[in-house]
């Protein structure tokens, strides 16, 4: 296998234009996929940085929902080619070339534009979705896919058969090859062999491309809600060859995956990656992943007085910060945030040019951008009063819009 060669011919789809309505209000003004992610990315950096570290380089982005957080994003982090080369990320909005609609699905965003695949001429296309947060080598997938002479290959992680409920779940043979699919399965099906564990898709697709045209084309003449996992999969499996591709057994110690879906995930992945040992190393060198780094100073920390130092414990503390004077704990503080003197900030992710007011304490929060908290403010600790002013998930997460408190 000419490995060189089939990355050349490889194109690389990503879905970038869910509204995240779970994700709400920090999806407010922006689509799922630019919400900001341990201080300084956003979650499609995480896709993205897997493409080029998996020499994957030509890609298209596509996007739909307020989008331009993210179009600027991409055109400031990720302009990495020229055109000449061959390599490219290019983000499309609907193009609309079919009828009036935008995209009325995630088949239907690929189908909107076969025109690009039928330009590009590729032999294999990925799709992938630009919301989760996980690091992976598409390249022994797409390895995996050519030699199991694969029509489609799907992503998979075993998951507890209680939590498994929340996603399509894929039945296999001893050999992986699909032979069942079920979208939020009441019971789902065990991973051969186990009976705790199912596979769950990933919403990562290797297609053989004339085996992608066919069926998105298909499917776009039926009544269908032109959704990769509740019409497309259900259909290919029956009669074509389509394997699961065990994303742990592949990945070994590097295997972690988030569908970044709801606040309390969202919240979760931050939490696994200021523990001590982190599945998912931002600091692994082998595996960088890459974003736009304004130009901020070092992080400072100032004042040593009894009940005024400023200290930060098992927390991500970004550029641009100033812990003057204050405490903070199990935290994510991004660029451009000043945490005064005598405040607290426990359990909380703070964004981007944010303030935190003396003798205020801010607990299990969430604050988005450009949020000045005034002092002696307390912020997580009287639920039933933070319900008046703001959004309380019921796993107790508070949350504060983007430039909402000033």
């Not at 990355?7 to 689509?31: C, H, W």
């Not at 030699?147 to 058969?161: R, S």
């Not at 569908?259 to 990656?273: F, L, M, Q, R």
């Not at 130092?309 to 660029?335: D, F, H, M």
Request: aromatic share 12%.
């Amino acid at each position: 296998m000419d490995l060189q060669n089939v990355l050349k011919n490889t194109l690389v789809f990503i879905l970038a234009g869910g509204q995240g309505e779970r994700l709400y209000p920090l999806t407010k003004d922006r689509s799922k996929p630019s919400v900001h992610f341990a201080g300084i990315y956003r979650i499609i950096d995480f896709s993205l940085s897997n493409c080029l570290n998996s020499y994957l380089t030509r890609i298209i982005v596509l996007t739909q929902y307020k989008s331009l957080s993210l179009d600027r994003h991409i055109k400031t982090a990720w302009n990495l080619y020229f055109r000449e080369s061959g390599n490219f990320i290019d983000v499309v909005p609907p193009q609309q070339r079919f009828d009036e609609n935008w995209y009325m699905g995630t088949a239907d965003a690929i189908f909107q534009n076969i025109y690009i695949i039928q330009h590009e001429k590729p032999e294999y296309v990925i799709i992938l979705s630009g919301d989760h947060i996980y690091k992976m080598d598409y390249q022994k997938m797409l390895k995996y896919h050519i030699e199991k002479n694969a029509d489609m290959t799907i992503a998979a992680c075993e998951m507890p058969i209680n939590e498994a409920q929340r996603f399509g779940v894929l039945e296999t043979d001893s050999n992986l090859k699909v032979v069942g699919f079920e979208e939020k399965p009441q019971y789902p099906k065990p991973v051969p062999g186990t009976e705790n564990a199912a596979f769950v898709s990933m919403g990562i697709y290797i297609f053989t491309t004339d085996k992608l045209v066919r069926y998105v084309s298909d499917d776009h003449k039926s009544d269908s809600s032109k959704d990769f996992g509740k019409d497309i999969i259900p259909k290919i499996y029956e009669t074509e060859n389509v394997f699961a591709y065990n994303y742990v057994a592949n990945e070994g110690e590097r295997a972690y995956w988030r569908d970044i879906g709801t606040i309390a995930s969202y919240y979760e992945a931050h939490k696994d990656i200021i523990s001590i040992s982190p599945i998912l190393n931002l600091y692994d060198k082998e595996w960088p992943i890459r974003t736009f780094m304004e130009q901020w100073p070092p992080a400072k920390f100032i004042h040593n007085e009894e009940g005024r130092r400023g200290i930060a414990i098992n927390s991500l503390i970004a550029n641009g910060s100033i812990i003057s004077g204050g405490y903070v704990e199990q935290s994510i503080i991004s660029p451009g945030v000043k945490v005064n003197s005598f405040s607290e900030v426990r359990g909380s992710i703070i964004m981007h040019g944010s303030t935190i007011g003396r003798y205020a304490k801010i607990k299990n929060a969430i604050i988005d951008k450009d949020n000045h908290i005034p002092e002696h403010m307390q912020i997580g600790f009287d639920l039933e009063e933070d319900k008046k002013h703001f959004m309380v998930t019921p796993e107790g997460i508070v949350i504060i819009p983007k430039a909402y408190v000033q």
